[in-house]
């Protein structure tokens, strides 16, 4: 009898508390990156392709719920629980900005064009901070109808996209009148939203629904149930053909984009799925989990017999520093000779 395969992810530890969301860079002359945010405050940048661990960025005094690279992940940002949106310098760690908020920070994003950082939380209010000019005061957008959950940019930084934690469906803001310029309706609260890479459709987790809508015109494309609730979904970058799902269940489902039928069920998650993403070439995508880890799972023939438990970072799949590999982009972070323990800093 044929043994059944398996998919054996990279797993990334070194996070003491929930993985609650996830970033990839787009590609860059030194490769693609990928973020985490974590309820142990200490957002952890990694090599996008193998998972190894780069480090860490040490500064928070509460749970980090958000975090993002610029287009050419030189610069990160997180927001936190500790009232703060903070920007830091990707190549060595240090804190380059830290802006202070009225309440916990849910979500951040760069600009496009880099300049600006958008930041959203329990205060309502979207602000746009000009990192030009770290020291004005930032704008504030027109007040939100509920707890912001997430945000993002489309339209070239012409639109700003946001969902509320309390309440359903996202808002698309026009960035110069300030207002809310179109709602699409969700029954449920919207906790995770995608602007897919070519700008065409947003992807949407509410419920136990995945949801892609029309980037342009804002109209419904298509509406899937889930086998459970989901907290997060992200559309493959390339040829558009699938997409990734993850929730309660403690599963992350690949399912097909036109039909919905589910391709895939990767196992391995000891608790809720918060976060998916692919990454930036679609050969592979990341989730984060409340069991503290990430797993990498890849899309190509990388099946293996249930014999066979390594991944190819190791027996225990864990991350482990390629000094060599990253030392370009690295230059100047603080690396310990066996990568990270459970807890990694950088000073």
Not at 76 to 93: E, N, P, R, T
Request: a negative charge; one cysteine or more; proline letters at 5%.
């Amino acid at each position: 009898m044929d043994k059944k395969k398996v998919a054996v992810p990279l797993v990334c530890h070194g996070h003491s508390r929930p993985v609650v969301d996830l970033f990839y860079s787009p590609v860059t002359p030194d490769g693609f990156f990928l973020i985490s945010a974590s309820k142990d405050a200490s957002p952890m940048l990694r090599n996008g392709e193998t998972g190894d661990w780069i480090g860490t960025f040490e500064g928070h005094k509460g749970a980090v719920w958000s975090c993002c690279l610029d287009t050419n992940a030189l610069r990160a940002a997180s927001g936190s629980a500790d009232f703060s949106a903070k920007v830091w310098d990707a190549i060595i760690g240090t804190e380059l900005h830290s802006f202070e908020h009225k309440h916990i920070v849910r979500a951040c994003a760069f600009s496009e064009d880099t300049h600006l950082l958008l930041t959203g939380g329990i205060e309502k209010i979207l602000r746009t901070f000009d990192l030009n000019r770290p020291d004005a005061p930032p704008r504030e957008i027109d007040k939100s109808p509920g707890s912001i959950r997430t945000v993002a940019w489309l339209h070239s930084d012409q639109t700003i996209l946001s969902s509320c934690t309390d309440i359903g469906g996202v808002r698309l803001w026009d960035v110069r009148s300030g207002k809310i310029v179109q709602t699409l309706e969700t029954k449920s609260p919207v906790t995770s939203a995608e602007v897919s890479q070519d700008g065409r459709y947003i992807t949407t987790a509410d419920g136990s629904s995945v949801k892609f809508w029309d980037a342009n015109h804002f109209g419904l494309v298509k509406s899937y149930n889930m086998p459970c609730t989901v907290e997060s979904a992200s559309l493959e970058p390339k040829d558009g053909n699938k997409f990734v799902a993850g929730g309660e269940d403690m599963w992350v489902h690949v399912f097909d984009f036109h039909t919905g039928i589910e391709i895939a069920c990767n196992k391995g998650h000891h608790g809720p799925v918060h976060c998916v993403r692919f990454s930036p070439g679609g050969e592979s995508y990341a989730s984060g989990s409340e069991d503290g880890t990430i797993r990498i799972w890849q899309m190509g023939p990388t099946a293996t017999d249930d014999n066979e438990p390594y991944g190819t970072n190791g027996p225990t799949g864990k991350a482990k520093v390629g000094v060599n590999e990253v030392s370009h982009k690295i230059e100047g972070f603080h690396i310990t000779k066996d990568g990270p323990s459970e807890k990694s800093t950088v000073t």
